[in-house]
């Protein structure tokens, strides 16, 4: 079992910048991938930006279209933690961001929340205009 706990968030205006956090704990996997993921009021939930491990130590990040150029996913594997750095916020960002893990090796990432077996509580990001 994988435990996640995501951290950060808050309120923030247009064009400013929030940090998230995600510490894993639990059992852990060496190849895999981690993601976020938001939900906006009445909307599903979609894929912000993933990071998959793969052989040779290397790793690849995916992003949303939508926010590539403003947030950056980053990893410290010996902390077993996830971060993502949002810049240049926009209202439309404001939703409930969740970290996911999928312990299955694909290729490339998916980005569809149903083959994520592990799941954050999610934490509240809302931008102000």
């Known amino acids: 079992q994988v435990q996640l706990v995501e951290s950060g968030g808050g309120l923030v205006q247009a064009v400013g910048s929030l940090s998230l956090s995600c510490a894993a704990s639990?059992?852990?996997?060496?190849?895999?991938?981690m993601g976020w993921f938001r939900q906006g009021p009445g909307k599903g939930r979609e894929f912000v930006v993933g990071i998959r491990w793969g052989g040779w130590n290397t790793e690849r990040t995916y992003y949303a279209d939508s926010v590539k150029g403003r947030f950056t996913i980053s990893t410290h594997n010996s902390e077993n933690a996830v971060y993502l750095q949002m810049n240049n916020l926009k209202p439309e960002d404001t939703a409930v961001y969740y970290c996911?893990?999928?312990?299955?090796?694909?290729?490339?990432?998916?980005?569809?929340?149903?083959?994520?077996?592990?799941w954050g509580q999610g934490t509240q990001v809302t931008v102000s205009s």
């Open positions: 639990g059992r852990t996997f060496s190849s895999s991938a």
């Open positions: 996911a893990a999928d312990p299955v090796f694909r290729n490339p990432l998916s980005t569809d929340h149903r083959q994520y077996a592990y």
